[in-house]
């Protein structure tokens, strides 16, 4: 299916899954707006990927409503929301977090991501359609020690808010996928206590993975909702075990 005339809108798009589903969007013929917090990163992305950037913190709601204002008064609509942008902290157990570490992480994973769906909701609602897919994680249904309570509170959280799309505005032609990827191979991971060698990392998703579950899902009819889509590397260690988690 054509998302030719559509217009994408990824959070977090600089780099990772966010980038990769941009690439695939954009291949299928949306119009594609990435955002970001590094104006440095977008240009780079920009590079791999035929997309407009704006540089955006989506924790303040004054940036991501400018944001949204600007997109509808630029393209007409914002079809579909990709939001993907996400943090974690090095220091994200209960031992060592910092209450401050714990506010960036709600303010970012959760409180930025309601910030994008509240302000993209008038516009799909005039249209009576509308795409919203929300990167939750494995850590969404399988909370570990390895990702730690803030990060695992959020992405909980991030199910329920994307089923709270779908309660409420199916009457008005949107629908909402959470996505929920295993291990993968992103920029995320440098923020690990410790970060996965190479030859680990290879054995994970690929961003490419990710984004072409995006873009299944985009182009999918109207009628056809992937409520929740879970994917992980066959090589799972969640299932193995192998991790090393620092205890101090």
Aim: charged share 20%.
């Amino acid at each position: 299916m054509s998302l030719q005339g559509k217009v994408a809108w990824i959070t977090g798009g600089g780099s990772g899954i966010g980038l990769a589903g941009a690439i695939e969007l954009a291949k299928a013929g949306a119009k594609v707006v990435i955002s970001g917090r590094s104006a440095a990163t977008l240009k780079e992305a920009a590079k791999k990927c035929d997309a407009e950037t704006i540089a955006l913190d989506v924790s303040s709601k004054e940036e991501v409503q400018k944001a949204t204002r600007e997109l509808v008064k630029r393209h007409g609509a914002i079809d579909i929301l990709v939001a993907s942008a996400g943090i974690n902290m090095p220091q994200r157990n209960f031992r060592n977090v910092s209450l401050d570490g714990w506010d960036q992480i709600v303010a970012v994973n959760l409180s930025g991501m309601f910030y994008c769906v509240h302000s993209v909701l008038p516009a799909m609602r005039e249209k009576k359609d509308g795409l919203i897919i929300n990167v939750s994680s494995w850590a969404g249904r399988h909370p570990s020690t390895l990702t730690g309570p803030g990060y695992n509170a959020t992405k909980h959280a991030v199910i329920a808010l994307t089923e709270s799309i779908n309660m409420e505005e199916c009457a008005n032609g949107i629908r909402a996928t959470a996505l929920l990827p295993g291990e993968a191979a992103t920029p995320i991971l440098e923020k690990r206590p410790v970060p996965p060698t190479p030859e680990v990392r290879a054995k994970m998703l690929q961003p490419e993975d990710l984004g072409r579950a995006i873009g299944f899902i985009a182009s999918l009819p109207a009628r056809a909702c992937v409520n929740e889509l879970t994917l992980t590397p066959t090589w799972n260690r969640f299932y193995l075990g192998g991790f090393e988690v620092p205890k101090a």
